[in-house]
């Protein structure tokens, strides 16, 4: 099983900013693909952002333009950089690490880092 390690989530005012980060470790012999969801209270996980399999970053339309995606495949690493950050983004943030191999794969789910905004 992939463990993963959240942080960075926090409490801020709106317009304010955090950087998420999730490690992801245990197995070495599958490829991970770490994406971002979030869930918040009485509400469904939604999709928040990731890397598809051409390469390309894909982004939820409700935070397209404020956060940006990025990661570091030799450290199993994945950010979430938030900006302009709006009370409608308070969720639990987890991350998801799928274990890849050839055509098979395996979710994993971290734990999650909460995020609060309000004033």
């Known amino acids: 099983q992939v463990q993963m390690v959240e942080s960075g989530g926090g409490s801020v005012r709106p317009g304010g900013s955090l950087r998420l980060s999730c490690v992801a470790s245990?197995?070495?012999?599958?490829?991970?693909?770490m994406s971002w969801y979030r869930q918040a209270p009485g509400k469904e996980r939604e999709f928040v952002s990731g890397?598809?399999?051409?390469?390309?970053?894909n982004y939820a339309d409700s935070v397209k333009g404020r956060f940006l995606h990025s990661q570091d495949t030799a450290k199993n690493t994945v950010y979430l950089q938030m900006n302009s950050l709006k009370p409608e983004d308070t969720a639990m943030y987890l991350c998801?690490?799928?274990?890849?191999?050839?055509?098979?794969?395996?979710?994993?789910w971290g734990l999650g880092t909460q995020v609060t905004v309000s004033s």
């Open positions: 245990g197995y070495s012999y599958c490829r991970y693909d």
């Open positions: 998801k690490t799928d274990c890849v191999v050839g055509d098979s794969r395996t979710p994993n």
């Open positions: 890397v598809d399999a051409d390469g390309h970053t």
